[in-house]
C-alpha cells in the first residue's frame, strides 16, 4: 500500500477507472436472448462531469466488451475508451503517450488481478471493498464505498479536496 502523504494531487491530471466491479457492482445481468446489461450510479456519472468541468481527463480501461458501457461512456463524454483490453498496462502506455503525460499524472481505479499493474505503477490508486486482499494490498487507497455503489464518486470527491477544487466548486454556490 501506498503512503497518501507522498502523493503531488496537483500532478493528478487524468483518472482511469475500470468498469466492472467500480463503475458496476460487478454483476454481469443477462436477459433471455443474451443481451448484457449493466447497472450504473447516477452519482459517480456526475462525479466524472465534475472532474471534466476542471479539465481533468476521465476514461476507462475495461478487459471486458460491452455495448452498455460504451453507451454508457458516450452519455458522460468520456476522454477515451478502451474495451477488450487484453494488456490494461500496455494501454495505459499508449494513452500516456497520446495526452504525454507520465505514470505521475494517473490516478487509476480498479478490483481485480487484471489491475493490478495499473495499480502498481498509477501515482495513486483506488480499489473497492469487495476486491480480493491480494488486489487492494496494490492499491494507494481503499474506498468505503461498494463498486457501482458511490465508490468512483467518493474517489473523485477525494481527489478534486486534495486539489483544491471541491472548496472552489462549493463556493461557486455560495455566491448564487
Known amino acids: 500500500m501506498k503512503n497518501l502523504n507522498n502523493v503531488n494531487y496537483s500532478d493528478i491530471k487524468i483518472l ?3 468498469i466492472d466491479g ?5 454483476k454481469i445481468y443477462m436477459s433471455e436472448s443474451g443481451e448484457e446489461t449493466k447497472c ?14 476542471f479539465g481533468i481527463l476521465v476514461g476507462f480501461i475495461s478487459a471486458r466488451k460491452s455495448r452498455a458501457a460504451k453507451k454508457r461512456s458516450e452519455e458522460l463524454g468520456i476522454d477515451f475508451y478502451v474495451e477488450g483490453c487484453v ?7 499508449n494513452i500516456l503517450n497520446d495526452y504525454n503525460l507520465n505514470f505521475q499524472n494517473v490516478f487509476y481505479m480498479g478490483d481485480d488481478i487484471v489491475d493490478i499493474e495499473l495499480l502498481k505503477c498509477a501515482a495513486l490508486s483506488a480499489s473497492v471493498p469487495e476486491a480480493p486482499a491480494y ?5 494507494s487507497i481503499t474506498a468505503k464505498n461498494r463498486g457501482g455503489q458511490g465508490a ?11 486539489k483544491g477544487l471541491l472548496a472552489q466548486l462549493l463556493k461557486e454556490f455560495e455566491h448564487k
Do not use: P, Y
Open 16 to 18: 482511469i477507472f475500470d
Open 135 to 139: 488486489v487492494k494490498n496494490f492499491a
Open 152 to 162: 468512483v464518486r467518493e474517489m473523485i470527491d477525494f481527489i478534486l479536496e486534495k
Open 87 to 93: 494488456d490494461k498496462f500496455k494501454s495505459l502506455q
Open 22 to 26: 467500480i463503475l458496476t457492482d460487478g
Open 40 to 53: 450504473f450510479f447516477a452519482h459517480d456519472g456526475t462525479g466524472i462531469r465534475l472532474a471534466k468541468k
